[in-house]
């Protein structure tokens, strides 16, 4: 168990909707990332928080949206979705704001996304 | 974009071989990590080296990084039936302006040990 909880576990929905996937980070990490893997695009990263802030963006669409709430919790938005959004969404915590650290990354079960 | 290949996409080993697998990489980083991943599961953290590291070890794990090459090697030795995952390079990369705080996985390689 990494101490990171992500929910949901699965979601299946409609093209065209809205869902949000939360990530609680382990206690006491202040940075959260957030990676979509899918089978023809691999791990692709998309974003990081570190203490409520926007530190790094990846390959992130603009149909998603992205924040970390004072608690440290994370959440990630996917609007308008599309089928080839389908995809397992992961969510890492890590204490260091910066990858210069070379701090580990601690990953949670991921939230495997159905768009039907 | 992917940062990092790893070579081979896929491997198939019989139980007591070594594996290896290499990582190749686009641009300067500070350190590089590997990941190992089971079937549809979270990535777990194996070992890190840093950019001024040529080798490290961690039980069964031995990591080289040539960074004139761009290139890392994750070796397990001994394998076993339960070091069937998939294992990922993860690199951090630079910019001009410093650290980008991106950290980008490789492609995979994915490890079959046959009992």
């Known amino acids: 168990d990494s101490g990171v909880t992500q929910t949901p576990k699965h979601l299946i929905t409609a093209t065209g909707q809205r869902v949000t996937l939360r990530c609680s980070p382990r206690s006491g990490d202040l940075s959260v990332y957030w990676y979509q893997q899918s089978l023809d695009q691999g791990l692709q990263f998309l974003i990081q928080?570190?203490?409520?802030?926007?530190?790094a963006k990846g390959n992130i669409l603009e149909r998603f949206s992205a924040q970390q709430f004072p608690d440290l919790h994370s959440e990630l938005n996917l609007s308008s979705l599309e089928l080839g959004d389908s995809a397992l969404y992961f969510c890492?915590?890590?204490?260091?704001?910066?990858?210069?650290?070379?701090?580990?990354?601690?990953f949670g079960e991921g939230s495997r996304l159905t768009v039907l | 974009s992917q940062q990092g290949e790893e070579d081979p996409q896929a491997l198939s080993i019989q139980e007591g071989e070594n594996a290896t697998m290499n990582c190749s990489y686009k641009?300067?980083?500070?350190?590089l990590q590997w990941y190992r991943q089971n079937s549809g599961r979270g990535l777990v953290h194996l070992i890190l080296i840093r950019s001024n590291e040529r080798e490290k070890h961690s039980g069964r794990l031995r990591v080289t990084l040539d960074t004139s090459k761009k290139s890392s090697s994750l070796l397990i030795t001994a394998s076993r039936a339960a070091d069937t995952a998939s294992y990922f390079c993860?690199?951090?990369?630079?910019?001009?302006?410093?650290?980008?705080?991106?950290?980008?996985f490789g492609t995979g390689t994915l490890l079959a040990v046959q009992p």
């Open positions: 928080y570190y203490n409520g802030e926007e530190r």
């Open positions: 993860a690199t951090d990369v630079l910019s001009y302006g410093g650290a980008t705080n991106k950290l980008i």
């Open positions: 890492a915590s890590t204490r260091q704001g910066g990858t210069i650290l070379g701090g580990e990354l601690f």
């Open positions: 641009t300067s980083i500070n350190n």
